[in-house]
């Protein structure tokens, strides 16, 4: 069995080797018809389009995305030929939930938010949201939920509708899949109708897909106050974003916010986990993130102590210094390990 890799994968290197007779590591942008004319199975990220460009002609009869999203992989072309795909989805939501929880901590921080006052509109909730809507009442945040298919399914109870949201949200969160048409549809769903239906000049944060946000709706919307500032992770045409933009920013990260070692480690086991159940192969592996050092942190609070174990600012500073290593600062992201890796000892001064 041939299976080609995306090189930034990580923690894969070993396992895939005792598993495949063949193993092709390439860079996600570079793997090509050629490269998988014969192979029996791809593991991607986002970064791999798997349409029919790349597969047609192709013995691929697998494709496993380390990712939540899977709006890189041509669905409909998959089913046609008979190749079996699969995500992971919810393997980084508590790292994006740790990004978050940062950000709110900042907030308090150094813009004067009162998170026990503070009403937080989630739009998309999913393993991410769910996990976004614990930490926000952690801090005695009000949370406020919108997901349309969810609503429908479920029925009304704990949802309200966006424009709710609109009005009564001092922060709004984006989670949610990019869907380009139908009735749930996510592209441009922060537009400049969406602005102007704010009441409240809420901070926005979009970690989901870069295309929900348009890019000029929301840098009209910093300049006209519509909304009081950004946190972006996420960006329409990565790796080429809107330098304007980044730079408008509160916090702006290449992508990164579900990029802890846990949420990696979650991903790539999960994916090869789904390759060992397509092909009946023995799970002979194990797939655990580094041990951070130090792994005990000391500080008077908890907030201060969670803000040393991640804290977005670094990210985004090495972002806005060199916007145009986008893909370096994404591909070699350094060590990040989420709450539960360490010991935390408070001493409240007294």
């Known amino acids: 069995m041939k299976v080609v890799v995306d ?18 590591f390439l860079p996600g942008s570079e793997i090509s018809n050629q490269a998988v004319r014969d192979a029996d199975a791809l593991i991607v990220r986002t970064r791999t389009r798997c349409d029919r460009q790349l597969l047609q002609g192709s013995r691929v009869q697998f494709i ?14 998959c089913r046609e030929a008979g190749i079996a795909w699969t995500n992971v989805p919810g393997c980084n939501a508590a790292s994006v939930a740790q990004y978050l929880q940062s950000i709110f901590l900042l907030l308090e921080k150094e813009k004067g938010f009162n998170l026990s006052e503070t009403t937080l509109g989630i739009v998309g909730v999913g393993h991410v949201g769910t996990l976004v809507a614990q930490v926000a ?14 609503q429908e399914r479920e029925g009304l109870g704990g949802f309200c509708s966006l424009q709710q949201l609109a009005e009564e949200s001092d922060i709004i969160t984006f989670h949610v899949p990019l869907i380009h048409e139908g009735a749930y549809r996510t592209y441009h769903l922060a537009d400049d109708r969406f602005f102007q239906s704010l009441r409240r000049q809420p901070l926005l944060i979009n970690t989901s897909r870069g295309e929900v ?7 009209r919307a ?7 500032q950004a946190v972006l992770d996420v960006w329409e045409n990565e790796p080429h974003i809107d330098l304007d933009l980044l730079h408008h920013c509160y916090i702006g990260t290449p992508h990164i916010a579900g ?10 086991r999960g994916a090869l986990d789904a390759l060992c159940r397509h092909f009946h192969l023995p799970q002979r592996y194990t797939i655990e993130p580094p041990q951070p050092k ?19 600012h670094r990210d985004s500073q090495a972002l806005k210094a060199h916007p145009e290593r986008f893909e370096q600062l994404r591909g070699n992201y350094p060590l990040r390990r989420e709450e539960g890796a360490y010991t935390i000892t408070l001493n409240p001064e007294s």
Do not use: C
């Open 7 to 24: 090189n930034k994968i990580p923690l894969i290197r070993e396992a895939i080797l005792s598993l495949a007779d063949e193993v092709l």
């Open 64 to 77: 496993a995305t380390a990712t939540i999203g899977f709006d890189h992989i041509d669905t409909a072309y």
């Open 137 to 150: 009442k952690r801090w005695g945040m009000r949370v406020l939920l919108n997901d349309p298919p969810r």
């Open 213 to 219: 946000v348009a890019t000029e709706a929301i840098k």
């Open 222 to 228: 910093l300049g006209n106050g519509q909304i009081r």
């Open 259 to 268: 990029y802890s070692a846990d949420g990696k480690a979650n991903a790539t």
């Open 294 to 312: 130090p792994s005990h942190i000391q500080a008077s609070t908890l907030s201060e102590a969670l803000l040393q174990i991640y804290n977005p």
